[in-house]
């Protein structure tokens, strides 16, 4: 519940701080599925198969775009409803870039900035995500604050 309001937040932030004609919205998302079939090989009376089918991610977003800020809010639908993403990306000036929110932090955190698009057979690494479920960026996001330059 704490994701959600904090999403709002973020939404309202970014609508409260610039007029209508200044900010662009662009929704996005995708949807991924799975299937998998699994046979004992056998004929007859003995032989088992199992198949299945379902929904791996489900992901909508809404980018909104001003002069000077780049707003993100991006949930996860697939499995129940996360919040995975919520920031504002405030350009200082030609050189800095402040980030604020819920976002995917630098570093490895599971291999969190390679696109889920690109991770269909291989999926994050377990090496990874056992590294990260024992630190804050567990689902590879970080909340905070960043300064990029």
Request: glycine residues 12%; without cysteine.
């Amino acid at each position: 519940m704490n994701r959600v309001i904090f999403a709002l937040a973020a939404i309202l932030l970014i609508a409260a701080s610039v007029s209508a004609e200044e900010m662009q919205a662009a929704p996005y998302g995708f949807v991924q599925t799975w299937y998998s079939h699994a046979s004992n090989g056998l004929d007859g009376d003995a032989a088992m198969s199992q198949s299945g089918f379902g929904l791996k991610r489900a992901r909508l977003g809404v980018m909104l775009k001003g002069e000077n800020f780049m707003g993100n809010v991006l949930v996860e639908g697939a499995g129940g409803f996360v919040v995975r993403d919520a920031y504002i990306d405030w350009y200082v000036n030609d050189m800095f870039t402040l980030t604020m929110g819920r976002f995917r932090g630098a570093g490895s955190q599971a291999a969190g900035l390679t696109s889920p698009i690109a991770l269909d057979l291989p999926e994050y690494s377990l090496v990874g995500k056992n590294w990260a479920a024992g630190t804050v960026g567990a689902d590879s996001r970080t909340m905070g604050m960043q300064v990029t330059a």
